[in-house]
């Protein structure tokens, strides 16, 4: 009996030492978190656009019930990982770290409706593309009061997703994509990430972590707009247009890898969470909140489902907050090989 509790200790011991690093400090000093609605804790709230998220029922599972600016009903897959690197408090947004929010253990510039490409999301209204959350970066790294080594930081990038949804397979496109093909939207898209990512090592990116594009058109929205596909329940030339763009991705990381040597970039495959009844999911063709008909957000002040684990879709576009924890922790610590490339958060921070 004692053996087995003194094995159960030295494994929490273990297992916290992990978390919280050796003087119980997070695994990295700082993290800086760049992408779109899917990490936007609060950038879009006071924009003149119909990407927020500041109203209920959007964060009814938040500590408080507080609608934060999360596309979600509780915490963002970002959030999560930043729970596992052991932070105490979950990242400000830049919006608030402009209003003296405490910007030492690191950023969130993400944005609802941003994308890879400037143009991205217009038909949406204000939104901070990736160039302007670089350049908020820049602001945050020259500030007095920013004494970190931003070379020790981990940094997590989320991007794209936007560029096909409210730009490339926007229903007023028709026209772009009969002039332009996948192929060749996807090597534009990683021609101008190529160089924005460039720009961010330039600044101090060492740790970079790239995540690829979910299964767009298997978002409720996208079935909604154009229906699915034959003998499939998805717009399948939508999910084949974005696995176009994930295999440059993956190339890219590969190239970075190789080039830049002083630095680390892994690729979370985010197609590779394969969503199950076994996982407690139940309902995988439905939001659990009322969504508006014009562009599938909830709708202010109505109330979710009750049984808000079992589904997979949140509103027409994002995921709920079980569906985060899953992919954050994948992306964290992969379970297959497929999960990450070439290795994952946990193994990126201690190397």
């Known amino acids: 009996m004692r053996g087995v509790t003194m094995s159960l200790l030295m494994f929490m011991i273990c297992c916290g030492m992990r978390l919280l690093g050796i003087n119980g400090e997070p695994q990295v000093p700082c993290f800086f978190i760049f992408g779109d609605s899917l990490a936007d804790n609060g950038n879009n709230n006071q924009l003149n656009t119909t990407a927020k998220a500041n109203y209920r029922p959007y964060g009814i599972d938040f500590p408080g019930s507080i609608p934060t600016g999360r596309f979600t009903n509780n915490l963002t897959a970002v959030d999560i990982i930043t729970k596992k690197l052991g932070f105490l408090e979950l990242i400000p947004s830049f919006a608030n770290a402009t209003m003296g929010a405490n910007i030492s253990r690191g950023v969130n510039y993400a944005s609802g409706g941003a994308g890879i490409l400037p143009e991205t999301g217009m038909n949406l209204g204000q939104r901070i593309p990736l160039d302007q959350q670089i350049k908020n970066h820049i602001m945050i790294i020259r500030r007095p009061d920013w004494n970190t080594d931003e070379h020790k930081c981990l ?18 496109n028709n026209r772009t994509r009969e002039l332009v093909t996948p192929e060749q939207f996807a090597e534009l898209l990683i021609s101008k990430f190529r ?17 690829g594009l979910g299964e767009i058109g298997c978002t409720l929205a996208e079935i909604a707009l154009y229906g699915p596909s034959n003998g499939s329940s998805c717009v399948e030339n939508i999910n084949s247009a974005v696995m176009i763009f994930n295999n440059k991705l993956v190339s890219l990381v590969e190239g970075f890898n190789g080039n830049l040597t002083d630095a680390k970039f892994i690729y979370i495959n985010s197609t590779a ?10 309902v ?15 709708v202010a002040g109505s109330r979710p489902c009750d049984n808000r684990s079992e589904y997979v879709f949140w509103d027409y576009f994002h995921p709920t907050a079980a569906v985060n924890a899953l992919t954050a922790g994948r992306a964290y610590e992969a379970q297959e090989p497929s999960d990450a490339y070439p290795t994952d958060i946990s193994h990126l921070v201690t190397s």
């Open 195 to 211: 160089l924005q990512i460039e720009t961010l090592h330039q600044l101090g990116a060492k740790k970079v972590v790239l995540f």
């Open 155 to 172: 940094y997590s990038i989320n991007m794209g997703s936007n560029d096909y949804i409210n730009n490339y397979f926007l229903p007023s």
């Open 284 to 298: 995988f063709n439905a939001s659990c909140c009322m969504v508006r008909t014009d562009d599938g957000m909830c």
């Open 273 to 282: 969470v394969q969503l199950t009844p076994l996982q407690g999911f139940k």
